[in-house]
């Protein structure tokens, strides 16, 4: 482990036999404390209206619009593409090398968000691996059902294939609901006898699409950011959305990561705040793939709201970022292949 990392309290978290450990920094930085406050006075307050009206055509694209103001890191290169059904940009920071590539897909309940207001995130991702990324504004909700944004990220995937890069350099990544594509993602590929990638790493994933578990764990009264009626919402949404889109005369049954096959997956490094209520999601997709015999860490960070990893002011951050390098550079092939020369 990097040196840098030293000053991290690590101890065993859960019983099971995935590697997991709690990450205590003096239980929570004085900046990050005054973000749980803020985001329990403005984001949480919205979200519960939200949550009653989530019928009404929330004019969702405004989000994105206003991640305009947030500036990736300094000397960050940009670049437009366009895939099959949806658009994605190349995002890659100064200096940085070809060897590995990431594939991101960001977060946003499936609604909202897009490759503005993550940005600045996807750089520092860039960043923090030494690699470019491949930030895909996939198709969303209402418009579309969830299946159309996993196909967007295959989609990016075959993209990645064949632009060069072979599938030991790929790693799928994403945050919040963009966790939840990153493991769908990966699990279809296999459907389609694509080769799996190098890894996986996600941030205060959502992996399961029933609320009951998020609705019964200890954080349902605690998180920061999102109230217990939301969950429930967004899974009524989904639902609805879903029901539109008929194939062949039927509906098939939405198949959350939790209750997949999980077997095939890469090596999996997974990251959460102690208090927020998907931690419920991130330690049952733990404890699954550690089941299905996948390679898999467990990091929940002491007092950290959802997404943490975004307030890049906090140094809960930008340890979590040094994280994210390490479990990319200890499963590269390219890494692997210097050492042993």
């Not at 803020?38 to 969702?60: D, E, G, I, N």
């Not at 993209?159 to 790693?171: A, H, K, T, V």
């Not at 959460?272 to 929940?300: H, K």
Request: proline content about 6%; charged content about 20%.
């Amino acid at each position: 482990m990097n040196n840098v990392l030293t000053a991290l309290t690590r101890s065993e978290y859960t019983p099971a036999t995935y590697t997991s450990s709690r990450i205590d920094m003096s239980s929570g930085s004085l900046p990050s404390k005054a973000l749980s406050a803020y985001l329990q006075l403005t984001v949480r307050p919205f979200l519960s209206v939200w949550a009653k009206t989530a019928h009404l055509p929330w004019p969702m694209h405004v989000v994105d619009y206003a991640g305009k103001l947030v500036p990736p890191v300094k000397g960050t290169r940009c670049r437009r593409v366009e895939l099959a059904e949806c658009g994605a940009e190349w995002v890659a920071a100064d200096g940085v090398s070809e060897d590995n590539v990431v594939l991101y897909l960001h977060g946003g309940a499936f609604v909202c968000c897009g490759l503005n207001t993550h940005r600045r995130l996807v750089s520092r991702v860039s960043q923090s691996v030494d690699a470019p990324v491949l930030s895909v504004d996939y198709r969303m909700m209402p418009r579309n059902p969830i299946s159309h944004a996993v196909e967007d990220g295959v989609d990016a995937y075959r993209f990645l294939l064949s632009s060069g890069y072979r599938p030991d350099q790929i790693f799928i990544a994403g945050d919040s609901a963009g966790g939840y594509l990153a493991f769908m993602v990966a699990l279809t590929l296999g459907t389609l006898n694509l080769p799996k990638p190098a890894g996986i790493f996600v941030m205060s994933p959502l992996t399961d699409m029933d609320p009951t578990r998020k609705i019964e764990h200890e954080n349902a009264s605690k998180c920061a950011v999102f109230p217990a009626g939301a969950v429930p919402a967004l899974t009524i949404m989904a639902d609805r959305v879903e029901a539109k889109i008929v194939v062949e005369g039927k509906r098939g049954p939405r198949v959350s990561p939790v209750d997949a096959d999980l077997s095939g997956l890469p090596p999996v490094l997974i990251q959460a705040g102690s208090s927020e209520m998907v931690l419920a999601d991130a330690e049952l997709m733990a404890i699954r793939l550690e089941e299905a015999g996948v390679e898999c860490e467990l990091q929940v960070w002491e007092d950290q709201v959802h997404v943490f990893q975004a307030a890049d002011f906090l140094p809960e951050a930008r340890r979590a970022m040094i994280e994210i390098g390490e479990f990319v550079r200890t499963h590269s092939a390219f890494d692997a292949t210097f050492s042993t020369a």
